[in-house]
């Protein structure tokens, strides 16, 4: 049914990234990250005692609905910069 030799070969693909690892694929702080995964935005497992951020769960977070326009700091809406 497979073929061994390239199933052998074949790079396997991540289907899960530890935390550290989030950072570093979405380009977001680790605080950020944390703060996240507590607030249950983020999904996340432990297994074995590692968190884990399944990879189905980041793509669907990234590519989840909008909350909006992005607002600064302070709360109020971003200005819209001239081309």
């Known amino acids: ?11 396997l693909e ?6 550290a690892e989030v950072c570093a694929v979405t380009g977001l702080s680790k605080t950020k990250i ?4 507590m607030s249950g935005e983020l999904p996340s497992r432990f297994v074995s ?6 990879r189905a769960d980041l793509i669907q977070f990234i590519d ?3 909350q909006g326009p992005a607002r600064s700091r302070a709360g109020r809406p971003r200005k819209a910069v001239a081309p």
């Open 1 to 11: 049914m497979f073929d061994d030799e390239k199933l052998a070969t074949a790079p």
């Open 14 to 19: 991540r289907v899960a990234y530890r935390p």
């Open 34 to 37: 944390y703060q996240l995964l």
């Open 49 to 54: 005692g590692c968190r884990l951020v399944s």
């Open 64 to 66: 989840g609905p909008q």
